[in-house]
Nanobody
Framework: QVPLVESGGGSVQAGGSLRLSCTASRYRYNIMAWFRQAPGKEREGVAV????????SYADSVKGRFTISRDNAKNTVYLQMNSLKPEDTAMYFC??????????????????WGQGTQVTVSS
């Protein structure tokens, strides 16, 4: 049993769109986020959403292009990615926790992670 399962990754040309999904199968989380990691680079926070208020935050590199949303009834979070660029190419991970452990963009703030879904953007 994996607590978080991502889907929706794939290959797309620059300017295209993809929609990622992350479903929590065992727990009900209060905070859920998307991270990404390119080969040889650090894992970085992309977006976060809080269950109660639906408050969101984004990395500067994706503001205006990506939108995070959540369906609490389905315990699922989505990441709509528009106007994709080659630099968006990375493995995208879903992260979640029932507690607020620190800054949202720090990986240590989360105790549950998905296996990741690959996003590749060609020029």
């Amino acid at each position: 049993q994996v607590p978080l399962v991502e889907s929706g990754g794939g290959s797309v040309q620059a300017g295209g769109s993809l929609r990622l999904s992350c479903t929590a199968s065992r727990y009900r989380y209060n905070i859920m986020a998307w991270f990404r990691q390119a080969p040889g680079k650090e894992r970085e926070g992309v977006a976060v959403i809080y269950t109660g208020s639906s408050t969101t935050s984004y990395a500067d590199s994706v503001k205006g292009r990506f939108t995070i949303s959540r369906d609490n009834a389905k315990n699922t979070v989505y990441l709509q990615m528009n106007s994709l660029k080659p630099e968006d190419t990375a493995m995208y991970f879903c992260a979640a926790d029932t507690l607020y452990r620190g800054r949202w963009y720090e990986k240590n703030a989360y105790n549950s992670w998905g296996q990741g879904t690959q996003v590749t953007v060609s020029s």
